[in-house]
């Protein structure tokens, strides 16, 4: 048999453990009477609305809360003095400093001793980090859909260009299967950054990996991190280049070499422009990646005169001479780069 003293200790003993779990938690949690004053503040609460104990308690809940979400706490306060429990409100609250935070609530009638309703205890969780995970989400999805209803659009213009320059099923086949798995790479890229952008570097090497003669190809020019239409067009622009020098150019050549240089320029009323200049010298004459240039213009040239300076805003040129072959692109700057990100100094690589 217990004695009521023994009985006493006990619970002091769990109200001490209670207060101190409550006191520990990660979590705000605050007290408040029916009236919405404040009647207790944790630690977590007072980091996490800059309030001191001292602060807070005695004074109004509303002193939280953001003006145009008052009417919310006298909902709350009257579904608890119906019994009614609030189960994960997400909503807003302020702290001391007048910032808002984002925060999951929880509040929960309080009862005294005779069942009576007495108050209410609220834990408030800050949910910035979720909200802004989700945010960022939202946004990638949506650019992801942009991009897949993009990408639909180039390739069935690929398919359809590339089905009129093809003289078999077979070398159909093989160039639309090249162009596809091309803009798979521009796209791996973009993936990778969460679709911030890509290193004009780093494209280019994607691209000229497969021909392979990387000893044969240097680069020459500022760190630019371009934005992700840049990537894809630019992409199909060096996948079409590095195709022809395959073949017919400087990698297909023993001493032909591929020299890719790129400059940031200000160009009429300080306009700061984007130049890039694909230049090969090899011992046998360029072509376009098309067997016949006389008789069929290649899809690569369409990519290098049209498609690609247009969506671009810039324009290009393509000039050819026996074991020399020259493709230079000017656009703004703003069309190529991620705002804020264009590098001015000049720093070479070698591959």
Known sequence: MVKSGGRQSENASANERLAAIVDSSFDAIMGKDLNSIITDWNRAAERMFGYSAEEA???SMLLLIPEHLHDEEADIIGRISAGEGVASLETMRKRKDGSLVAVSVTVSPIRNPSGDIVGASTIARDVTAAKESERRIRLLMREVNHRVKNQFAVILSMVRETNKRSASPDEFEEMIRARIMALSRSHDLLVTSEWAGASLFDLIQEHLKPF??????????????????????????????GTNSSKYGALASEGGHVGITWTVETGPEAQRRFHLVWQETSNTDAGDGEPNEAARKGFGTVVLQRVAPQALGGSSGLERSPGQMKWSLTAPLEAIVVPQLGAENASDFNS
Do not use: D, W
């Open 212 to 241: 392979g003669h990387e000893e044969r190809i240097s680069l020459s020019g500022p760190l630019l991190t371009l934005q992700s239409n840049a990537v894809q067009n630019l992409g199909m622009a060096f996948h079409e280049l």
């Open 57 to 59: 308690i005695g004074r």
